[in-house]
């Protein structure tokens, strides 16, 4: 086993099921990766494979069907995808993050109704939060739902929708004007369920999703936007029931605490997969008759990318730890989410300089990857949003009283 990135105190089913994860990546997805990826192909297969090895209901309790791990055993099975291929992970990201929404938030009839489907993979999850003009900026939000009677109607748009075709539930954040003096009490999450696909959607009239986004890198997976034109849900479609309108902010930044964890994860894969490509060539790679290796530049760039990756690791498994142990952790996995990415992007130039012009082309993967790090540097929020958020909570612990 490498050196790099071990997590001490794992348990025997936590290091068997990490090494069946591995094995599933070195055979199904590494060597297919490069073409689907060009390509922007759905893993239709890899995706079968990962539903036949139960991680979409990795972390769903075992009453539900699910394996009830917890969330530093998935951080560390992302990490391992995101090593083959990224686009892997963010299939099971946002689904992770609508079922912990619904473990955590959800009232009892939508945890027996959806919980066990979900942990299958029939049931996929999507999360809305952002759109067209908000960027950071939660509390700008225009979607709207509208009480009617025993139901509520939704107007609006919604963007960056990873899964957003694929998934068959979707977390949605939209305003509700309860009366709430902070505008983070007048919003709400509903659990609009729909059939998977393109267009306008049969199951849930007004819902449309109308094409794939293209994008640079984290090809592959699609992601959408979606537009939601006098959609017509039950109360019950709430996050947690009718009695939790109002508390859908809340509700949202406690799965985006988990899904900053996995962002995390995601850019230590990708990291330690851009480590392995580089000191490979770096030794493989004759220049003035002795292997890059030997050149004190290169091999001081090596040593800098492994000592990164320790770091981000480290911190990363830290977060997810505390999480598991019922504590805040939103400092925590900001610094994890922040450093992670931060360091990835430079791990990943590092081993594109190192490839020299090979890595300019198509045939080597360094070049998907220096496509792919950029995206960590904003999903779940960008470094400056989460160097806002470590600042106040610095500031919870250390201001002068």
Same mark, same amino acid.
């Given at each position: 086993?490498?050196?790099?990135?071990?997590?001490?105190?794992?348990?025997?089913?936590?290091?068997?099921? &990490?090494?069946?994860?591995?094995?599933?990546?070195?055979?199904?997805?590494?060597?297919?990766?490069?073409?689907?990826?060009?390509?922007?192909?759905?893993?239709?297969?890899?995706?079968?494979?990962?539903?036949?090895?139960?991680?979409?209901?990795?972390?769903?309790?075992?009453?539900?069907?699910?394996?009830?791990?917890?969330?530093?055993?998935?951080?560390?099975?992302?990490? *391992?995808?995101?090593?083959?291929?990224?686009?892997?992970?963010?299939?099971?990201?946002?689904? %992770?993050?609508?079922?912990?929404?619904?473990?955590?938030?959800?009232?009892?009839?939508?945890?027996?109704?959806?919980?066990?489907?979900?942990?299958?993979?029939?049931?996929?999850?999507?999360?809305?939060?952002?759109?067209? +003009?908000?960027?950071?900026?939660?509390?700008?939000?225009?979607?709207?739902?509208?009480?009617? +009677?025993?139901?509520?109607?939704?107007?609006?748009?919604?963007?960056?929708?990873? #899964?957003?075709?694929?998934?068959?539930?979707?977390?949605?954040?939209?305003?509700? =004007?309860?009366?709430?003096?902070?505008?983070?009490?007048?919003?709400?999450?509903?659990?609009? *369920?729909?059939?998977?696909? %393109?267009?306008?959607?049969?199951?849930?009239?007004?819902? #449309?999703?109308?094409?794939?986004?293209?994008?640079?890198?984290?090809?592959?997976?699609?992601?959408?936007?979606?537009?939601?034109?006098?959609?017509?849900?039950?109360?019950?479609?709430? &996050?947690?029931?009718?009695?939790?309108?109002?508390?859908?902010?809340?509700?949202?930044? =406690?799965?985006?605490?988990?899904?900053?964890? #996995?962002?995390?994860?995601?850019?230590?894969?990708?990291?330690?997969?851009?480590?392995?490509?580089?000191?490979?060539?770096?030794?493989?790679?004759?220049?003035?008759?002795?292997?890059?290796?030997?050149?004190?530049?290169?091999? %001081?760039?090596?040593?800098?990318?492994?000592?990164?990756?320790?770091?981000?690791? +480290?911190?990363?498994?830290?977060?997810?730890?505390?999480? =598991?142990?019922?504590?805040? #952790?939103?400092?925590?996995?900001?610094?994890?989410?922040?450093?992670?990415?931060?360091?990835?992007?430079?791990?990943?130039?590092?081993?594109?300089?190192?490839?020299?012009?090979? +890595?300019?082309?198509?045939?080597?993967?360094?070049?998907?990857?220096?496509? *792919?790090?950029?995206?960590?540097?904003?999903?779940?929020?960008?470094? *400056?949003?989460?160097?806002?958020?470590?600042?106040?909570?610095?500031?919870?612990?250390?201001?002068?009283?």
């Amino acid at each position: 086993m490498a050196r790099l990135a071990q997590t001490p105190g794992l348990t025997d089913v936590q290091q068997a099921m &990490l090494e069946t994860v591995r094995a599933f990546v070195e055979k199904e997805i590494i060597p297919h990766a490069q073409r689907l990826e060009h390509d922007d192909v759905y893993p239709t297969d890899i995706v079968a494979g990962m539903r036949e090895m139960g991680l979409f209901g990795l972390t769903i309790a075992e009453e539900f069907g699910g394996l009830g791990e917890s969330l530093l055993t998935y951080a560390l099975v992302v990490e *391992e995808l995101s090593r083959g291929w990224m686009s892997i992970s963010g299939i099971v990201n946002t689904h %992770f993050i609508v079922a912990y929404l619904v473990s955590q938030h959800g009232s009892e009839e939508q945890k027996r109704r959806l919980l066990p489907k979900m942990a299958t993979g029939e049931v996929r999850g999507a999360f809305s939060m952002s759109e067209p +003009g908000t960027g950071s900026d939660v509390a700008a939000i225009r979607t709207k739902a509208v009480a009617d +009677g025993d139901s509520w109607v939704l107007d609006g748009q919604k963007m960056w929708l990873t #899964n957003g075709a694929q998934s068959s539930v979707v977390a949605t954040l939209v305003k509700t =004007d309860l009366g709430a003096e902070s505008v983070y009490g007048n919003m709400t999450t509903f659990l609009l *369920e729909k059939e998977p696909g %393109f267009g306008l959607n049969e199951q849930l009239p007004g819902l #449309n999703i109308p094409g794939k986004i293209e994008k640079m890198g984290y090809k592959g997976v699609e992601t959408t936007e979606m537009v939601l034109d006098g959609v017509r849900v039950p109360a019950d479609a709430i &996050l947690g029931g009718a009695q939790k309108a109002g508390r859908g902010f809340y509700q949202m930044m =406690d799965g985006i605490e988990v899904g900053r964890v #996995n962002v995390a994860a995601r850019a230590c894969g990708i990291s330690i997969r851009a480590f392995e490509l580089a000191i490979a060539y770096a030794q493989q790679r004759h220049t003035f008759g002795q292997p890059l290796v030997k050149h004190q530049a290169i091999a %001081f760039k090596l040593a800098e990318m492994a000592t990164k990756i320790e770091a981000a690791h +480290g911190l990363m498994v830290s977060a997810a730890r505390l999480k =598991d142990a019922g504590q805040r #952790n939103d400092v925590e996995a900001g610094m994890a989410k922040l450093l992670a990415s931060e360091y990835c992007a430079e791990v990943v130039q590092e081993a594109f300089r190192i490839h020299g012009g090979y +890595g300019y082309s198509k045939e080597y993967e360094i070049e998907r990857l220096m496509r *792919e790090a950029p995206f960590l540097l904003i999903g779940e929020g960008t470094s *400056e949003i989460q160097k806002t958020i470590i600042s106040r909570g610095l500031l919870r612990e250390y201001g002068v009283r």
